[in-house]
């Protein structure tokens, strides 16, 4: 079973340039999650989807953040304009079914993004 | 509101000495608690996880941690090291569902395993 993929690995770019992340999830796992991990730091949430809904997107940044998940499979983050802070590693996880915390999530590596 | 302390940044072990990796967690509702582990360049993978059963967890690679509620602590143990075990490690709480669902996490316990 492949697990949760995410592209790119890594991305270096300028401050105020756009940049996406893509996430695909374990195939069949409805809840995806995109965390934010600073160095340092654990993971935090910005963006919880049960299918295409966004149930939970109360930490996402919205002035310059912007996440969808059409036909509610795989998903794209986006931050535009970036900004120097947000250089962290960006991480998507996907579980199998509803907001139940005792349902497992599935992490993919991350996305490590750099903002120069 | 939940939260979660992980004491102590770095823990350093001997190969083949006991491992303990220390969580104290806060949450207004019974908590549901995990342990992740993270390898360098890599996403979290679960360890174990408490949800009100057996306090005693076992989970992956020989680790354990015992749920006290009297302490609210969910430590995490292995009795003996391996140089595998150098990672970073992770405690985290949530609720049942909805927004309490939500996985908080530490900030983390980076072990390293000397020789």
């Known amino acids: 079973e492949a697990g949760v993929v995410q592209s790119p690995r890594y991305k270096i770019i300028e401050k105020k340039q756009p940049v996406a992340f893509w996430c695909n999830p374990i195939s069949g796992h409805n809840t995806l999650y995109w965390y934010l991990q600073n160095l340092g730091q654990g993971p935090e949430l910005l963006i919880r989807y049960e299918n295409e809904e966004a149930v939970d997107d109360s930490q996402l940044p919205k002035d310059r953040f912007s996440a969808e998940r059409l036909k509610g499979v795989d998903s794209t983050l986006k931050i535009q304009p970036a900004e120097l802070g947000d250089s962290a590693v960006y991480l998507c996880?996907?579980?199998?079914?509803?907001?139940?915390?005792?349902?497992?999530?599935?992490f993919g590596p991350g996305t490590r993004l750099t903002v120069l | 509101a939940q939260s979660v302390t992980q004491l102590g940044s770095h823990v350093s072990v001997s190969e083949g000495a006991l491992v303990l990796l220390r969580c104290n967690y806060s949450s207004s509702v019974p908590p549901y608690l995990f342990w992740y582990v993270q390898y360098p360049n890599q996403g979290l993978q679960l360890l174990l996880k408490?949800?009100?059963?057996?306090?005693l967890v076992k989970g992956i690679n020989g680790f354990e941690a015992e749920f006290k509620k009297s302490e609210t602590s969910f430590h995490l143990t292995k009795p003996s090291a391996h140089m595998s075990d150098a990672a970073e490690y992770f405690c985290?709480?949530?609720?049942?569902?909805?927004?309490?669902?939500?996985?908080?996490f530490g900030k983390g316990t980076k072990l390293s395993v000397k020789p």
């Open positions: 408490y949800t009100s059963a057996a306090t």
């Open positions: 996880a996907s579980s199998p079914g509803g907001s139940a915390s005792y349902n497992e999530q599935f």
């Open positions: 985290a709480v949530s609720g049942y569902s909805g927004s309490q669902g939500n996985l908080i």
